[in-house]
């Protein structure tokens, strides 16, 4: 059974960094492209990135160029996101997703990380 | 980046009626691959998304056949031929064709 566990909820002072770890269980995305997505409360969902299977490259959502870093250590099968920065509106879930190349939607989830961004 | 957009916002509807979402796109979603990664998903409170529906009508493992998906191009929607009650919550388009991904804003569907 695909599992993605993410680290637990954080609390960061504006102008703090925060990084955020998915770890699979029952399966090794290896393979994968893994993305993240954040959803602000009670609002829809928005796309931060990805980083690809071998960790050598990512691709970020404009919106957070300069901010935001993807990074996966594949010995034990974990990414990681960092945001630097931090804004009151960054208080979100964060999410990861793996996709399998070319697929083209995410199947599975992490059960999100809450960051609260509070002075 | 491609704007997604869901109608309606809110849907009350029956259990045992039927119920239908669209999402539009401002643009074509047909990849260079010739596929159209237009998916819903479906998130209840409290909980991650799941996917429903990939590349416009194909259902992902687990999904009931109650659940189907059509449309082409910038033009799709989904379709539940009986609600459950546990089909209430929000439901989300996405489009994969291009970075980047973008998610229309949310349908949400609730009991009358």
């Known amino acids: 059974q695909v599992q993605l566990v993410q680290s637990g909820a954080e609390v960061k002072k504006p102008g703090a960094s925060v990084k955020v770890s998915c770890k699979a269980s029952?399966?090794?995305?290896?393979?994968?492209?893994v993305h993240w997505v954040r959803q602000a409360p009670g609002q829809g969902f928005e796309w931060m990135g990805l980083?690809?299977?071998?960790?050598?490259?990512?691709n970020y959502a404009q919106k957070f160029q300069g901010r935001v870093t993807l990074n996966r250590d594949t010995s034990t099968s974990t990414v990681y996101m960092e945001l630097s920065s931090l804004r009151s509106e960054d208080t979100a879930l964060y999410y990861c997703?793996?996709?399998?190349?070319?697929?083209?939607?995410?199947?599975?989830w992490g059960q999100g990380t809450l960051v609260t961004v509070s002075s | 980046d491609i704007v997604m957009t869901q109608t309606p916002l809110s849907s009350p509807v029956t259990l045992g009626q039927p119920a239908s979402i669209s999402c539009r796109s401002s643009?074509?979603?047909?990849?260079?691959?010739?596929?159209?990664?237009l998916s819903w998903l479906h998130q209840r409170p409290g909980q991650p998304p799941r996917l429903l529906i990939y590349?416009?009508?194909n259902r992902f493992s687990g999904v009931p056949d109650r659940f189907s998906g059509s449309g082409a191009g910038t033009d799709f929607t989904l379709k539940i031929s009986t609600v459950e009650a546990e089909d209430v919550g929000v439901y989300y388009c996405?489009?994969?064709?291009?970075?980047?991904?973008?998610f229309g804003q949310g349908t949400k569907l609730e009991i009358k």
């Open positions: 590349k416009i009508s």
């Open positions: 996405m489009q994969a064709t291009q970075f980047p991904y973008t």
């Open positions: 029952g399966y090794t995305f290896t393979s994968d492209y």
């Open positions: 980083i690809n299977p071998s960790g050598t490259s990512a």
């Open positions: 997703a793996p996709e399998s190349p070319g697929r083209g939607y995410l199947g599975y």
């Open positions: 643009q074509s979603l047909v990849h260079s691959d010739g596929n159209t990664h």
